[in-house]
């Protein structure tokens, strides 16, 4: 197992599109272990996506389970060939990125998704994901069609004349 | 020479092209921008910027004269200390919104001070109409106590008729 160099902005590699995995073999899972390594070495990752270590093909990993208040989540996904299915709703939330360090924004995400994927063996796997979570897998799967989360960051301001409120006068 | 840090203020009439007038200016005498905050307030453009360059105070203000009179624009101009990437991050956000009313800001803020809340970033705005104007904030902040402690601070605030969420902002890093 190795860490990884992670390419940061302004590195175009990170602009470009990855290739669907096709091939589930032993290099694909070392080269698995060795993302996960390097994620955890990350400060405070959650996630990461195969490209921002220059490995331009569709594999991300997300774990939700750690945050200060437990949220919605299946625990450490390894997710190869992500695709989202089906979104619903929207709200903003903060991110921040290892590729853009010391900076983060405001992000519009839907807060309901439907998730097919395969897990390193090629198995499918199916998911209905919400809120954080939900993010997670939508701000790594940018990093698989080369997008990153400072295209997307939006001024509050914008949200102060949109902002739906959930539940009134309690806790949001 | 090293770098002296500013923090500009400039305010006036807004129209276009401010911003690209007052950067083209600073570029030609070799500034550089650091973090800056620009937005329309009641008509009028506002900048606070940090600017960086080898100049002295009154030697910065001779410069950005000539640009800053064609703009009908006042400067302001202060030497600071200051050090880029240093951002903190906000763990909690209060949004507040009621009818507009003398005194909404400082209940608010008063409550987080008391609290422990730091105040990283305050937005704050009158929507509504004329006749029922309605005051909104935004607030996002650092506290080391619990969202539960600020929602027990800003409560005299709700029974007041002031609407009030507070959230934890979980920064999702990836």
Redesign the interface.
């Known amino acids: 197992m190795a860490i990884l160099d992670i390419l940061t902005l302004p590195d175009q590699a990170l602009k470009q599109e990855s290739a669907p995995v096709t091939e589930f073999d032993d290099e694909l899972r070392a080269f698995i272990g060795d993302l996960e390594e390097t994620r955890r070495n990350?400060?405070?990752?959650?996630?990461?996506?195969a490209p921002q270590v220059g490995y331009f093909r569709r594999v991300v990993i997300?774990d939700c389970s750690t945050?200060?208040?437990p949220?919605p989540n299946h625990g450490r996904l390894v997710l190869v060939n992500p695709e989202i299915t089906h979104w619903e709703g929207y709200e903003m939330?903060?991110?921040?990125?290892?590729s853009v360090p010391?900076?983060?924004g405001n992000v519009i995400r839907a807060t309901h998704i439907h998730l097919l994927a395969q897990d390193p063996y090629g198995h499918d796997l199916e998911f209905d994901m919400e809120g954080?979570e939900a993010?997670?897998v939508q701000?790594?799967i940018d990093h698989l069609d080369g997008m990153l989360f400072v295209d997307r960051v939006v001024s509050?301001?914008t949200?102060?004349?949109q902002?739906k409120?959930y539940?009134?006068?309690?806790?949001? | 020479m090293s770098n002296n840090w500013y923090m500009l203020t400039l305010i006036g009439e807004d129209k276009p092209g401010i911003v690209a007038s007052v950067s083209k200016a600073l570029f030609e005498h070799g500034l550089n921008l650091g973090e800056t905050s620009m937005?329309r307030l009641g008509g009028n453009f506002t900048i606070m910027m940090m600017v960086s360059g080898v100049h002295g105070e009154a030697d910065l203000r001779d410069r950005l004269k000539p640009v800053i009179e064609a703009l009908g624009m006042c400067l302001h101009v202060d030497p600071i200390q200051a050090h880029l990437?240093e951002?903190l991050?906000?763990n909690i956000q209060v949004?507040v919104s009621g009818a507009d009313r003398a005194g909404i800001v400082a209940q608010v803020t008063a409550a987080l001070a008391a609290a422990g809340f730091n105040i990283l970033?305050l937005?704050s705005?009158v929507?509504g109409t004329q006749q029922k104007p309605v005051y909104?904030m935004?607030i996002?902040g650092v506290a080391e106590v619990p969202?539960e402690a600020i929602?027990r601070a800003l409560e005299p605030l709700?029974l007041d008729g002031v609407?009030?969420?507070?959230?934890?902002?979980?920064?999702?890093?990836?």
């Open positions: 990350g400060p405070a990752a959650v996630g990461i996506a997300v945050t200060r208040k949220v939330g903060r991110e921040g990125c290892l010391d900076y983060t954080y993010r997670a701000h790594e509050r301001r949200d102060l004349f902002r409120v539940q009134k006068g309690g806790k949001g | 937005l990437h951002h991050l906000p949004t970033d937005e705005d929507a909104i935004q996002a969202v929602e709700r609407d009030v969420n507070v959230n934890a902002v979980e920064t999702y890093i990836g």
